[in-house]
């Protein structure tokens, strides 16, 4: 008993040192993403056109300094799965600019993916000295979900999300206690030093009638379709394009340069960066269209395949708010609760998440629209197996 008290001290005391040091980095990477994307907007048809400059010396910066550091969240999955046991600390510095001139330049991409691989890499760090036993595992996931945490300022969805995205249908409950405590450090460290939270209290009193039941099952399986969608069209056009492009100079250049038209064509920008503008239309009454999700999901795919840095899941939240608001009408339902189921259920379809997405929602939404939530991503899952963002996820 002793011992055991003794290790769960040590992993609480890590993990707070772990989450604060994660929400430092989650800061400064969250308010420099900030200024470099509200720069690129206004000053877009002097950005845009060197997005396939900015691509180019992305994939310099990474063959000189830290060629396996490409390798990404397939980093973080591998040592998940006991497959390595490093992670190159390089990652840090790599990911950050790299992602900051991917959104700097218009690229299509998110961050969370930047915000997991940090919280990695630096758990994991600290992993390698604490003399625990099976603490790899541990402290990667701690890290994960503390960078996850950090960056949006979800420590309950993040928590979960950590604990189930390595293996579908598995929650990795050892670790769920130093998850816990660095989500919570991080998330409080980042909103403490100046980087806000994303919530927009939804208020929706549906009655869960037969038919109201039957329409929210319905939207769960749209979302599913399209995460599912996405996950698909990310892992074919990333095939394709190496497949075509063996050099990745060549292929980020010549992506890039389509990409520079596309982004500027459609909607003069409306769909580069994160998608925080179709997310905050989406919820807030906004002009949505109903080609919005479709040209996101698109661009997105196209970017990531092309080599840029950055993430998926912003994107997609932005991919499934304009949907649940293009849907909204169709079922007859309130537009902003529509455009936040599709926030969550994509999300969570994509990345193959159950507990993840409904807990996102409560933190974000308000946990007063739980059941909704609940109806919809268990839908949106149950439809989402055969496909998922990460290509080392296990099932």
Avoid at 203 to 225: E, Q, R, W, Y
Wanted: proline letters at 4%; glycine letters at 10%; hydrophobic letters at 55%.
């Amino acid at each position: 008993m002793l011992t055991s008290l003794k290790n769960n001290s040590l992993l609480v005391a890590t993990a707070t040192i772990i989450g604060l040091v994660i929400g430092v980095i989650d800061m400064v990477f969250g308010r420099v993403l900030i200024l470099v994307s509200d720069f690129r907007d206004n000053h877009l048809v002097w950005t845009l056109p060197f997005l396939a400059l900015a691509g180019l010396l992305s994939v310099w910066l990474y063959q000189r300094f830290g060629d396996e550091a490409g390798k990404g969240m397939g980093l973080v999955f591998e040592v998940g799965h006991d497959e390595r046991d490093s992670i190159p600390k390089v990652l840090i510095p790599l990911i950050m600019v790299a992602t900051w001139l991917t959104h700097l330049f218009g690229g299509s991409a998110g961050r969370e993916g930047v915000a997991v691989q940090i919280g990695a890499t630096v758990s994991h760090w600290f992993g390698k000295r604490i003399p625990l036993e099976n603490n790899s595992r541990i402290f990667l996931v701690t890290g994960m979900a503390a960078g996850f945490a950090g960056l949006f300022q979800i420590p309950l969805a993040a928590t979960f999300f950590a604990l189930e995205v390595l293996v579908v249908g598995e929650l990795a409950f050892s670790a769920l206690l130093p998850v816990l405590i660095a989500s919570l450090v991080a998330s409080q460290t980042s909103y403490a030093l100046g980087l806000e939270k994303f919530a927009v209290p939804v208020s929706a009193h549906l009655d869960l009638s037969p038919v109201v039941i039957g329409k929210l099952l319905l939207l769960g399986l749209c979302f599913g379709l399209v995460g599912n969608l996405f996950a698909a069209s990310l892992v074919w056009t990333k095939k394709q394009a190496y497949a075509f492009f063996k050099n990745p100079y060549w292929r980020i250049a010549a992506i890039s340069l389509c990409l520079t038209v596309l982004l500027f064509l459609l909607g003069q920008g409306r769909y580069t960066g994160l998608g925080t503008n179709l997310i905050s239309d989406s919820l807030l009454g906004g002009k949505i269209y109903p080609w919005d999700w479709c040209l996101k999901l698109v661009l997105t795919v196209l970017t990531l395949a092309a080599g840029f840095q950055g993430g998926e899941v912003t994107p997609l939240f932005a991919v499934g708010a304009s949907l649940g608001a293009v849907l909204a009408g169709l079922f007859n339902l309130p537009v902003a609760l529509a455009a936040g189921l599709g926030y969550v259920s994509v999300f969570g379809s994509a990345t193959n998440t159950l507990l993840a997405p409904i807990l996102l929602g409560g933190e974000v939404f308000g946990f007063a629209n739980t059941p909704y939530f609940v109806i919809v991503v268990i839908a949106a899952f149950l439809f989402s197996h055969k496909h998922t963002i990460y290509a080392l996820q296990k099932r």
